[in-house]
């Protein structure tokens, strides 16, 4: 055998290289980590919100809605919102009309007070008058009826035209009444039907409260529009004891001569008592009277129809004489029959001088005829304090 043989010989049958041996291994199974064993293993956990690539369009989706519900929300507010203006307008445009008829009718009814209380009037400038108001108060009738109320008030609207047409047929029904006592001998039958016209006028103020006006500020409250639309009164009487039989006839009597400027009968007016308000202290002309200036400071001053006709526009006058400038306040009586006493209450006085003696003078304008004058003024000392 040669040398190379031996060689291969001996690589044959030398041991072979070591090699790492492959272990085969039981499969590897998943254990959830645990913690501590209880009753309860706790809620369950939320899932994460995906931030990355996959979570984005989720958070544009939710983006957009949140932005179309606030363009919902704004849209129905802005909807209200001009819902609430126009409603507000239409009530205001309406009332702001109907109030200019109201106060024109109004007028009217202060015209017709000055024309019953005119010293020395006659039938016949009084049935030229009469007419002539009831003309203008058809013109406010047929204002009234263009108007278009909104749906809500057309009820209340009806009762405002309704009112208006009572004075248009009591002032008709006055002149018509006064006309005919012009001839008539009845003075009974013509003072009833004086009465009668009369008290159509003053149904006309129960309709515009009580129907018209109460109501109307009532819907403006349920809308939540009260106090920023007003609501129009409209008084046409002007004197509460205008409907009574004792008045009319007065006015009835007045008419035809019997207590005019011709000098027919008793004339003439007195004061009686002045309190001071609100305490109702009477005051009194021999000593000083210490009065305390509240907020509700005023007089109450008393006026009786001495004589024995009714007298007219009867004016009466209360000045406190301070320095640096005295306080005078004036008020009329439109009416007062004979024997009547009526209260007229001034308030607002304006600023006292305190701790300083003053006087407080009334004084009654002497009516036509009256002779007597000796009561028709009086003073009173007076201290204002604060209390």
Not at 173 to 192: E, H, I
Not at 331 to 345: D, P, R, S
Request: aromatic share 6%.
């Amino acid at each position: 055998m040669t040398e190379r043989d031996d060689d291969f010989e001996f690589d044959f049958f030398d041991e072979p290289a070591s090699q790492e041996q492959t272990v085969e291994r039981p499969p590897r199974r998943l254990v959830r980590a645990q913690g501590p064993k209880g009753p309860s293993d706790g809620p369950p956990r939320r899932p994460r919100l995906r931030t990355g690539a996959g979570g984005a369009p989720l958070l544009r989706l939710v983006g957009l809605i949140a932005f179309a519900i606030l363009i919902i929300v704004l849209l129905v507010f802005w909807v209200n919102s001009c819902r609430d203006s126009g409603k507000k307008n239409s009530y205001k445009r309406y009332l702001d009309r109907l109030g200019q008829v109201a106060g024109d009718s109004q007028q009217v009814g202060n015209e017709l007070t000055d024309l019953l209380t005119t010293p020395g009037l006659r039938f016949g400038q009084l049935d030229e008058r009469l007419n002539g108001l009831a003309q203008q108060q058809q013109q406010d009738v047929t204002l009234a009826r263009e108007l278009s109320p909104p749906g809500a008030l057309s009820i209340e609207h009806r009762h405002a035209v309704e009112a208006l047409e009572f004075r248009v047929s009591g002032l008709q029904g006055l002149a018509a009444a006064f006309r005919q006592a012009s001839t008539a001998k009845n003075t009974t039958g013509t003072v009833t039907a004086l009465v009668g016209q009369a008290e159509r006028l003053v149904t006309s103020d129960v309709i515009w409260d009580d129907l018209f006006k109460t109501p109307v500020v009532s819907k403006l409250q349920q809308e939540g529009l009260a106090g920023e639309v007003r609501v129009p009164d409209s008084n046409f009487v002007q004197f509460p004891d205008f409907a009574s039989t004792r008045t009319l006839a007065d006015i009835l009597e007045r008419l035809r001569g019997g207590t005019t400027d011709d000098g027919g009968g008793l004339h003439g007016t007195a004061l009686g008592p002045v309190r001071a308000l609100p305490s109702g202290q009477e005051l009194s002309t021999d000593t000083d009277n210490t009065v305390v200036a509240t907020t509700g400071l005023g007089f109450s001053v008393t006026v009786e129809d001495s004589g024995d006709s009714q007298e007219v526009g009867v004016q009466v006058t209360l000045t406190i004489q301070q320095e640096p400038a005295p306080i005078v306040k004036r008020q009329t009586i439109a009416v007062i029959n004979a024997g009547e006493q009526k209260t007229l209450v001034f308030r607002n006085l304006g600023e006292v001088t305190f701790a300083t003696k003053t006087t407080l003078k009334i004084d009654v304008k002497a009516v036509p005829n009256e002779a007597n004058l000796d009561n028709n003024s009086v003073e009173y000392p007076i201290i204002f304090s604060l209390g």
